[in-house]
């Protein structure tokens, strides 16, 4: 995933579509979502939900009214259900 840019002391929401490889969504009903890997200027400001599991939709929130500092900074989300996981890879959020 590219850089997302946020600008400081603004929250940035963000809408993950989860497709499959031949790019139907992958529905995410019933799964746990989990954020980890948190850089530490955003550990308690990164939360998330599944939106609309059948269509593979969950969306992000970053709370940066409380100003995050400059930089470049990341988390991951991942999706569990039993034994069965879906992770995607590191969100990098550039702070300008």
């Known amino acids: 995933m ?3 840019e946020l600008v400081r002391g603004a929250d940035k929401d963000l809408v993950l579509l ?3 490889s031949v790019g ?3 529905d995410i009903s019933g799964r746990t979502l989990l954020i980890f890997d948190v850089s530490r200027a955003l550990l308690g400001k990164v939360s998330g939900a599944i939106t609309d599991g ?9 709370e940066g009214t409380t100003p995050i500092p400059l930089g470049l900074h990341s988390f991951r989300v991942q ?3 039993g ?3 879906i992770a995607i890879k590191p969100i990098q959020l550039r702070v300008v």
């Open 2 to 4: 590219a850089e997302i």
């Open 18 to 20: 989860l497709k499959d």
């Open 24 to 26: 139907d969504p992958i």
């Open 54 to 62: 059948p269509a593979g939709e969950l969306s992000i929130h970053v």
């Open 79 to 81: 999706l569990t259900a």
């Open 83 to 85: 034994t069965a996981s």
